[in-house]
């Protein structure tokens, strides 16, 4: 049995394995307070080249979607998303819990276009009195987006211009933020999305590590009483050196975006091994995730060979399935998988 | 610099670590549906002789303790705890943010008094009409508590009876169960706390663990879609592997109770150290946090040397610290603390 | 200056002030306990031919709806309306701030269908697992919808069928019920309400009353500790005659449907007119709110003279406005309106 | 029967009635939007000789201070209220549905004292760190409070300097304020009041309104979209002339001070009656409410001619009950009081 079901099936990369070792018996503070922490605070703002930014660690992408939110948002606002986006869509109305509505605007093979989001604002605010209806309060993206697909640098600007002139926060969910970046079709570098978003998040469940995301305040607008905020929301580390270190390891020489890379060129050998096989993509996804239209009979027959993710129905005979590929996906596999088609 | 701030100043114990490794690169599916979990489950499931349990995993304990107590109430419900309890003055707010009001009855050292809780429900019913009331809905006690004071078997049994009688389930946080379980002056054993709870947790992230707590309900009461609640209060890790196995390897061989008893042999050492260099106790712990008054000379003498926590101020003159040990205190530095003292 | 902006520019029926004279006085007690609103709720259950009914009084239309909404999902459970229904749209997220998700089906002129309703709960529960989705668990319609359209009766049975199929709760906001059931070209009645929903309410303040909303629950199924939820939510009336008696008048010998029907006849001429004039309707309404497309410079010359709603831009040169009739239209107003036009 | 048992028991003074008719077939713009409510603002600004107050209507007391809470606090802080205050123990958790904790402080006869206040805000932020703990956002005090009692004009300035020495705003809860006014022992004026609270309200419902607070902000600190937040919690009225209409007559010409008045002589009256037939009183209120020790065979021969409201049990024997006299409360109904007695 071979998995691309998803870039979460692995546990972490072996180097933060071994860093979790060596500095295993050192007594450290806890919450966050750790060298590790700091230290992985420090390669990130230089990652990002925003030596301001305020970086902080949280444990996994719903947690921090939802307090970053909910710390964001006045009472009486909600957060624009594409009708597909994670917040919108899959989990399990964890913003709503906090009581802020998601307003939603189309997405395109998950992408929000800036024009939309301009008519929204412009409709929204036209009408004298908008008492009655939900104030936009901050646009939430995320790249990749939910199926695979990436911002371009003149897109993301175009967002970012909406958002400035509305003064919206632009906030990115990065999940995956890794895999978009090494991605061979982007323009988008990581100091390009410090600039623009206000903030956003650098994904390490997926990513290699075991759990953590290292949201970045990227304007001097970390909510106040931070911690006091997260505390409130479940989402503090008792052992932050547990999140610390992970970055630490992830950030120090580049690990993060070799990993990223390493996933990407194995996710451009499986496509062409689709493609070459006669499948067809489902859309054309420049990142770590590909979708792939397969026949139903076909995907009975892989039940105990091949593990993908069911995606959506295509039609009565057809269903789309995703194929992920991570920082442990190997050749082998790949072989191992070319056998099985 | 030695360090008895707390049980989480270090990493995990070695044998976690190890297991980590070993199981890194097996491909398990994500979100606590992995081979590891279910076998955390059966073996806790074994330790409490409660067959029937169901057993979860959640990251930490304040999360816990919020997402089960949101799970459990009704929304006119509030949850019962000692004024000291954890939820009611050190959570930031955790339980209020889902709603839900903390009901408190006096402390004792930490513990509540089962009289206290009849006197306090008697009450409340008593008057016809309580309407404008918050309807009590649950009982929290923690064991050990935030003093560190641990509940005897009959006082358990006579909370539990009490709530029996008014039909409100009895939920115990156990973010240091261990320490409790293996204190030398307890008679009350694991299947005892599941026989008379109907939800509590085995706390790991204080006992041995990286992070994680094994939630269990032992009445038939997990609560509805439960993965899809803490999916919505951003408690559902999507490598649930790691908790999975942090408690797979905890209690195979009662690995958790061991270091447990380890714990417990560091503190009376450390609680005769300082009775004996003439240091007068703040009450009498008989688990692993010692809490001590200081001169606050000596607690400044100790700036560069000794780590310990600030508790409460006592006098003009001096303060309460706690001293903490844990699986991972050894006895070098129980002697460099001679040394100090 | 003439109005037909709203149904609620005006104050409460003669009668219901003559009442409220009668009995200011006398000492009644509070919180919905006087004697008129019992005799209220059997005014209401006879008229509803539902003699099980719990009826129970609310202040407005918005607050009813969030915590009808709220007493009856369970945490994690949203509810399915319209994308154009009133909680969806213009009640400022208040049942988003109550911690649910509204789901959306697409709405045609404010209804839902029921294939489109089917489809959605098939669709969501063909997928195996919808852990991370926020799970369905009441339908929201509204009759009047906001567009002033109705239900028929095999729609409305057809909506209540795909409910039992699911066990979803059928709730319908009858903030302007009466004009709904006076329509000249409805077939739905009363007892067809309360017979195929679960709970449904019965506006007053568009309907003659100075405030006021009769929630119906019709199957058994009021929430429990009802008086203590609705005082959570800041809904309960410490007078409660106040509404008592309004209900107490409306339904004593029918005067809430005669004045529906009034309105209705003073709508049906409105229409006729705006048609003889020329006017173009946005949609047929058969209800006492219309929907007119009017030019631009056409809605300017009336400022001072006649008031009317804005409804949305229709295009660069035209406007849709609303007209409202209510119980207290006059024929001098529909005279001095033709003179207008 | 005559009846004591509460100051809502009646409908509304007259006068308010005969406006209520005089004005009923006026149009008036919704929401607030009304030239009464626009007049009551002025008529409440100058008895405040507050010439910038803001001036709000919502309908009842819980409402009124649970929306104004929510609408002050970030989501981090909590409220500061009297073990006793009506947030704290009567709402049924009303503020805490809108996700923030009631921290207390000791009640003495129903009030705060300025010293324990500060004693409370000093050692919270005396510690270092109280990330854990719920920050103080706010100080909530009633006046009359909850047993009827009065702060004094020195009292109530100690406590505004703590406020604002800590940065706090200061809410009155005046759900009975005329009679604290008007009370024969009071220093404390109106426009005391506008000078020392950041915020309060005039309580209209139990002084001679059928329903309607009006909230008073007093620093320029009215909450971001008001309107808008208050639909969100379900407390904005449609037909926003009911209470514009009810405080204009209210305060055009001091009706609200003469009918505060009139209930305090005859409170007065009552308390003398009761203290001449040997009765003694729980606590020496001096405003429209009086407790009193009541033997329980007294009380049970009270049953069908006297209603009285419940408070608490005092001893086996005896009971507390509170009269409560009102702008209805007759001469003749204290004379038939005295029959009884």
Known sequence: MISFESDYTTGAHPAILQR???TNLESQSGYGNDIYSAQAREYIR????????????????????????AMTLRPYEGVISATTGHIAAHEAGAVECTGHKVLTVPG?????????????????????????????????????????????????EAIASVCRDYRLPLFMDGARLGYGLASLSTD???????????????????????????????????????????????????????????????????????????????????????????YRLFLDSPTNQQFVIVPNEVLASWQDKL?????????????????????????EQLAALEAIL
Chains 1, 2, 3, 4 share one sequence.
């Open 46 to 69: 230089a990652a990002c080249e925003c030596p301001g930014a305020d970086v902080r660690f949280l444990v996994g992408g719903t947690q921090t979607n939802a307090t970053v939110i």
């Open 20 to 22: 979790l070792i060596e």
């Open 188 to 278: 988008v570098t990581l100091p390009d999305i410090a600039r623009l978003c206000d903030v956003f998040y650098i994904g390490g469940t997926k990513v290699g590590a075991l759990c953590g995301e290292a949201v970045v305040f990227t304007k001097g607008n970390t909510p106040p009483c931070f911690v006091s905020q997260i505390k409130q929301h479940g989402a503090l580390l008792a052992k932050g050196r547990l999140t610390g270190i992970q970055f630490e390891v992830l950030f120090r020489d580049g690990l993060y975006f070799e990993i990223s890379r390493h996933a990407i060129r194995m996710a451009e050998k499986l496509k062409a091994l689709l493609l070459r096989k006669g």
């Open 307 to 331: 593990a993908v993710s069911f995606w959506e129905k295509y039609d009565e005979n057809h269903t789309v399935v995703r194929f992920a590929t991570s920082w442990s996906t190997t050749e």
């Open 108 to 156: 395109h093979e998950g992408k929000i276009c800036a024009d939309e989001l301009m008519t929204y604002l412009e409709t929204f605010y036209a009408d004298g009195s908008h008492d009655h209806m939900v104030q936009p309060g901050m646009v939430y993206i995320s790249h990749p987006t939910e199926y695979g697909t990436l911002y371009s640098l003149s897109e993301l």
